[in-house]
């Protein structure tokens, strides 16, 4: 069965960077996208990226241009997603989801609660 | 790209039905049968539940419903049941080849 497993929760200072892993599995992890969305306390889905992990592709949401990096390892079919600069307002939970056959996201990470606190 | 806009919240009764509606543009909703809608429990990842404006994974109950008009989805929820009290979510691709989330709305069963 597919299934993304994502790191531990993260407290970092204002101005550090974080990186948040996603390991995939139960599917060919190259054939598929993997996409970043955030969601702040008690606010909505935030997309922010993807990647290609055939070809390494990405495309950012404006928002995040420049201040967000979506790798692939493909020997261990992870995804990392690095945030850098960090404000307060980073403080959210951080999914990694898989593309469908289409643009819709069809199996999700638990989440990774990244807090940003002096 | 700014969110797609959703009601804030819905309410029904059990065995009533529910619209939500999710509107956007001629650039992401309107321009492509690519809008998705997902539901979210508290505490939990979201869960697809209709891709492709009208499609729906296997496993999830025919009692959701989705459709497009221009540049406006909507998500019915018919037969509602006390499971279906979550916050659910649109999105959309995109032409500048993002997705975009609705802004999502919370549905209370009565």
């Known amino acids: 069965q597919v299934q993304l497993v994502q790191s531990g929760a993260e407290v970092k200072k204002p101005g550090a960077s974080v990186k948040v892993s996603c390991k995939a599995s139960?599917?060919?992890?190259?054939?598929?996208?993997i996409n970043w969305v955030r969601q702040a306390p008690g606010q909505g889905l935030e997309w922010m990226g993807w990647?290609?992990?055939?070809?390494?592709?990405?495309n950012y949401a404006q928002n995040f241009q420049g201040r967000v990096t979506v790798t692939t390892d493909t020997s261990t079919s992870t995804s990392h997603m690095e945030l850098r600069s960090l404000r307060s307002d980073d403080t959210a939970v951080y999914y990694c989801?898989?593309?469908?056959?289409?643009?819709?996201?069809?199996?999700w990470g638990q989440g990774t609660l990244v807090t940003v606190s002096s | 790209q700014s969110a797609l806009t959703q009601p804030a919240s819905v309410s029904g009764s059990p065995g009533q039905s529910i619209t939500i509606s999710c509107t956007g543009t001629?650039?992401?909703?309107?321009?492509?049968?690519?809008v998705s809608w997902y539901q979210q429990h508290p505490g939990k990842a979201p869960k697809l539940m209709i891709y492709?404006?009208?499609n729906r994974p296997s496993g999830v109950s025919d009692r959701f419903s989705g459709s497009k008009s221009g540049n406006t989805g909507s998500l019915t929820v018919s037969g509602l049941q006390a499971e279906d009290e979550a916050d659910y979510y649109c999105?959309?691709?995109?032409?500048?080849?993002?997705?975009?989330f609705g802004t999502g709305t919370k549905v209370t069963v009565l």
């Open positions: 989801a898989k593309f469908g056959g289409d643009n819709s996201l069809d199996y």
């Open positions: 139960g599917y060919t992890f190259t054939t598929y996208g």
């Open positions: 990647i290609n992990p055939y070809n390494g592709n990405t």
């Open positions: 001629s650039s992401d909703v309107g321009a492509y049968n690519y």
């Open positions: 492709d404006v009208t």
């Open positions: 999105s959309s691709y995109t032409s500048s080849r993002t997705l975009v």
